[in-house]
Nanobody
Framework: QVQLEDAGGGSVQAGGSLRLSCKYS??????????MSWFRQAPGKEREGVAAIVAGGPITYYSDSVKGRFTISQDNAKNTLYLQMNSLKPDDTATYYC???????????????????WGQGTQVTVSA
């Protein structure tokens, strides 16, 4: 089992920055690949994968909508996942969720795969 606790949301003006964090705990090593990611969901819209990282390695995945503006990273010593969000736009307004899954291969971390463990969500609001 893995537990996730996300935080760091808030309100910011367009063009501003925020950093989300997700503290994780539990056994993250019982398969060869542990994936962590960020998803978001705006009111009336489907959930969208934003960024994913293969734990312990350099492989990352981003949605086209955030590529070049958002950066996903991980601090193993602190058991924390981050999402640095720059050049924020009103369209980025959503509830952001960290998520995790276990797998055997890096490609299983891609955002179109099903994730099993979820944080409670943190609200990000970007005003024009």
């Amino acid at each position: 089992q893995v537990q996730l606790e996300d935080a760091g949301g808030g309100s910011v003006q367009a063009g501003g920055s925020l950093r989300l964090s997700c503290k994780y705990s539990g056994d993250t090593r019982h398969t060869s690949t542990f994936c962590m990611s960020w998803f978001r969901q705006a009111p009336g819209k489907e959930r969208e994968g934003v960024a994913a990282i293969v734990a312990g390695g350099p492989i990352t995945y981003y949605s086209d909508s955030v590529k070049g503006r958002f950066t996903i990273s991980q601090d193993n010593a602190k058991n924390t996942l981050y999402l640095q969000m720059n050049s924020l736009k009103p369209d980025d307004t959503a509830t952001y969720y960290c998520a995790a899954k276990f797998g055997l291969r890096s490609y299983e971390c891609q955002l179109d795969n099903e994730y099993n463990y979820w944080g409670q969500g943190t609200q990000v609001t970007v005003s024009a």
